[in-house]
Structures are given as structure tokens and as C-alpha cells.
T-cell receptor
Framework: DSGVTQTPKHLITATGQRVTLRCSPRSGDLSVYWYQQSLDQGLQFLIQYYNGEERAKGNILERFSAQQFPDLHSELNLSSLELGDSALYFC???????????FGDGTRLSIL | GENVEQHPSTLSVQEGDSAVIKCTYSDSASNYFPWYKQELGKRPQLIIDIRSNVGEKKDQRIAVTLNKTAKHFSLHITETQPEDSAVYFCAATRGSGGYQKVTFGIGTKLQVIP
């Protein structure tokens, strides 16, 4: 158990819909990262937050947004969903900006 | 931006043999290089990492080497076991001014044949 909690574990929805993925970092970790992993693909960095502030952006689509709340949990919002958005979405956290990241178990998103 | 190339994409070794996975990166400002192991359907797990001020690090059967001049780093697994079978990802991390941007390699699928 990494200490990073992601909910839900699975999500099935239709094209055009909007979903919210939730992440609770390890106790004491201030930094949260979101990644997308499509089938048999590598990990694509989406976005990073540190203590409530956005700090780095990767290949995140404009249809996607995220935020980190004062209690440090984070949410990733995906809207106008397309078939290609089907993937495993991972959240990771670290104590500070130059420490190892620990991953949650992911949310598997399936778009029908 | 940063580009991380990882090879081979697949690797099969006999149990007990060694496995080597290599990565190259493009951004000379990258200063932290973790390696992750991901079993099928599970989360990536950090197995070893190295910082830019260190050339080599070892943890039991796993070692990582870094050549900053050539911008490449490698994962070495000795005495491989069937449970080492997984996908391994390298990553290059650049952190400054309050952010940490991570670029992962495409992954290497390691199969250890009993």
C-alpha cells in the first residue's frame, strides 16, 4: 500500500460526458501529480500541484482540468469525453518537489 | 522539452542471468532519475533512483548508473528471478523554481524465463 488513495477504481461512462477523479495523497505529502496511461503505453505526465498551487503542466488537454484543495486532496476533471480518453489515470504524491513519487492504484476509465 | 528514449522495448532473459535497460535524455538540466516497476494492472512502484551528483547506486540485485556527460542512465538487474518480470520505466526529472517536471520512457517489458 503506497498510502495514495484514488477513487473510484473503475469508471464507465459515455462519450460527451464529464467525470471527476479523486486523489488523496500520502499523509504529509504536499505535491500531487496526475498521469495518463493508455493501453500498452507509457506514462504521460498531465499536471502537478504543490500545496494547492499548479506548478507544472505536461500533455494535458484543454478539456481536462485539475485542482488541489486546502486539505491537499486533488481532483482531475475530464469533460467532453472521447473514446480516446479511455485509459488508466494515476495520481502520485511526494513530500516536496525533489523527492520520489509514490503512485496510487489508479482509476480505470472506460468510455463507451 | 525533455525527451527520454528507453530501450529495449522488450527483453527476455533466462532466470539467473542479468538484464540491462538503457535510457537517454535530452535536457541537461534534468537532475533526478527514478526507475519504476509496473506489474500488469498495477501501479508503478519506485525501485531505485539516482541524482545527478552520483554516478552509481546499488540496492541488492538492482543497480543504476548515470553518465551525465553522455546523458544516459541504465538499470542493471543481476540474478534475475521470475518475479522480476514486469514493465520497467525510467524517468528524467527536472526540478527548479518550485516545480518538478517528469518525463517517462516508453517502458521495457522484461520477461524472465524460468
Amino acid at each position: 500500500d503506497s498510502g495514495v488513495t484514488q477513487t473510484p477504481k473503475h469508471l464507465i461512462t459515455a462519450t460527451g460526458q464529464r467525470v471527476t477523479l479523486r486523489c488523496s495523497p500520502r499523509s504529509g505529502d504536499l505535491s500531487v501529480y496526475w498521469y495518463q496511461q493508455s493501453l500498452d503505453q507509457g506514462l504521460q505526465f498531465l499536471i502537478q500541484y504543490y500545496n494547492g498551487e499548479e506548478r507544472a503542466k505536461g500533455n494535458i488537454l484543454e478539456r481536462f482540468s485539475a485542482q488541489q484543495f486546502p486539505d491537499l486532496h486533488s481532483e482531475l476533471n475530464l469533460s467532453s469525453l472521447e473514446l480516446g480518453d479511455s485509459a488508466l489515470y494515476f495520481c502520485a504524491s511526494s513530500p516536496s518537489l525533489d523527492q520520489p513519487q509514490h503512485f496510487g492504484d489508479g482509476t480505470r476509465l472506460s468510455i463507451l | 522539452g525533455e525527451n527520454v528514449e528507453q530501450h529495449p522495448s522488450t527483453l527476455s532473459v533466462q532466470e539467473g542471468d542479468s538484464a540491462v535497460i538503457k535510457c537517454t535524455y535530452s535536457d541537461s538540466a534534468s537532475n533526478y532519475f527514478p526507475w519504476y516497476k509496473q506489474e500488469l494492472g498495477k501501479r508503478p512502484q519506485l525501485i531505485i533512483d539516482i541524482r545527478s551528483n552520483v554516478g552509481e547506486k546499488k540496492d541488492q540485485r538492482i543497480a543504476v548508473t548515470l553518465n551525465k556527460t553522455a546523458k544516459h542512465f541504465s538499470l542493471h538487474i543481476t540474478e534475475t528471478q521470475p518475479e522480476d518480470s514486469a514493465v520497467y520505466f525510467c524517468a528524467a526529472t527536472r526540478g527548479s523554481g518550485g516545480y518538478q517536471k517528469v518525463t517517462f520512457g516508453i517502458g521495457t517489458k522484461l520477461q524472465v524465463i524460468p
